[in-house]
């Protein structure tokens, strides 16, 4: 079992940063894939980053270089650097592992609670 526990939501204006952090703990050997995720209301749940523990990356489209993945493997944390936010990045964000690669795809076994993003413009 892998509990995850997002930090570091807040609200911030158009044009500001935010840095997500994803504390890991319990059988961190099955959480070798990790990635952040984003569900706004009403919407499906989407993809917003991956990394993996060799450090392959991946990024949806919508970030446009505006956001970095990053993890500490020796404090078992993930972390989501958010810079030039915009409006339409206000939502409930959630990080996610698996012992499996799972990339973009919502099918990751574990799951925190979720850390709310307010952009406002």
């Known amino acids: 079992q892998v509990h995850l526990v997002e930090s570091g939501g807040d609200s911030v204006q158009a044009g500001g940063s935010l840095r997500l952090s994803c504390a890991a703990s319990g059988d961190t050997d099955r959480s070798m894939y990790m990635g952040w995720f984003r569900q706004g209301p009403g919407k499906e749940r989407e993809g917003v980053a991956s990394?993996?523990?060799?450090?392959?990356?991946a990024y949806a489209d919508f970030v446009e270089g505006r956001f970095t993945i990053s993890q500490d493997n020796a404090k078992n944390t993930l972390y989501l650097q958010m810079n030039s936010l915009k409006p339409e990045d206000s939502s409930m964000y959630y990080c996610?592992?698996?012992?499996?690669?799972?990339?973009?795809?919502?099918?990751?076994?574990?799951w925190g609670q979720g850390t709310q993003v307010t952009v406002s413009s």
């Open positions: 996610a592992a698996d012992s499996q690669k799972r990339w973009l795809l919502p099918l990751y076994k574990y």
């Open positions: 990394i993996d523990r060799d450090g392959s990356i």
